[in-house]
């Protein structure tokens, strides 16, 4: 199980004040954490989900590292107003720009689960000699992926592609599109990633295209699964702490959202049925 940050080291985490029928609090910059959301939703079917994606400030890649951490922690802090019983922060670019100032804000109330760690734990104990991450500008630039992998195998190769095109075409619902096939072979035949064995995800957007992007590589490299690798590490966490809800048979999915979108709205119900509730939310 990793670290998520040095500051907890110092304290044993008690959360005997939580319930199991507490809401899981998940958020993201736009539809891409919905990819997490859906795995969590089905790994945990019993649990209920309140999901804040801030359309109004997407994307997140393109934005100051101030402006992160202030979108971030203002949604962190309506999630802990909501009830949440676990944060999870379904957003690569949140991740790797607010993270600590995340977990400052929960001051341990709830756990805190990110889409980074987790995944670059599992990598860098499996076989993996050169990996390949394609993520936001913010993200790449923050460099969380290869000091996390390097962290815990200093010996994995790690290269760091910023693909900025990809979050406005999925967000602009443009799937198995000339636009996302012409978007994928320009950034994946990039030099950078000539040699990679091993590709992540680095954006929870990008698993919409996981089937272009797959196809793209045949059977050469391998793309790791990140919303699966989250969603596990919940359960985990989850469970050691005795938190699991195993007794709702008819869990609510409640979405809010900081700019009503149609993608957003359509994917959504996509993913967890037509009777799902969405409502504006400007923080």
């Known amino acids: 199980m990793y670290k998520i940050s040095a500051h907890l080291k110092t304290k044993k985490q008690d959360y005997s004040h939580l319930s199991p ?20 939703k089905r790994l945990l079917p019993h649990e209920d989900l309140i999901y804040f994606g801030d359309t109004k400030h997407l994307p997140y890649g393109e934005k100051s590292k101030e402006a992160i951490i202030e979108y971030s922690t203002k949604i962190t802090n309506f999630l802990l107003e909501q009830n949440c019983k676990a944060i999870v922060i379904a957003c690569n670019t949140a991740t790797a720009n607010a993270l600590n100032e995340v977990m400052q804000s929960v001051a341990g109330k709830v756990p805190v689960i990110d889409v980074i760690n987790p995944v670059a734990e599992k990598v860098s104990y499996e076989i993996h000699n050169n ?35 990809l979050v406005p075409a999925i967000e602009e619902g443009f799937k198995n599109h000339p636009i996302t096939h012409a978007i994928i072979y320009n950034y994946l035949s990039n030099s950078k990633l000539k040699n990679i064995e091993t590709l992540i995800l680095g954006c ?68 967890f049925g037509k009777t799902i509730d969405l409502e504006l939310k400007v923080l």
Do not use: C
């Open 131 to 165: 990996v390949g991450v394609i993520a936001t500008k913010a993200t790449v630039n923050s460099g969380l992926y290869k000091k996390s992998i390097r962290k815990h195998n200093k010996w994995i190769k790690v290269d760091e592609l910023a693909t900025p095109l």
């Open 21 to 40: 029928a507490q809401p899981i609090g998940i958020f993201d910059s736009g539809v891409g954490g919905l990819t997490v959301a859906k795995e969590i």
């Open 204 to 271: 929870t957007h990008y698993p919409l295209l996981i089937d272009e992007i797959k196809q793209y590589y045949g059977n050469r490299v391998r793309v790791i699964d990140s919303p699966n690798i989250v969603a596990n590490h919940l359960k985990i966490i989850l469970d050691k702490y005795n938190l699991l809800n195993d007794n709702n048979h008819q869990p609510n999915y409640h979405f809010y959202l900081s700019d009503l979108t149609k993608n957003f709205e359509k994917i959504s119900k996509k993913f």
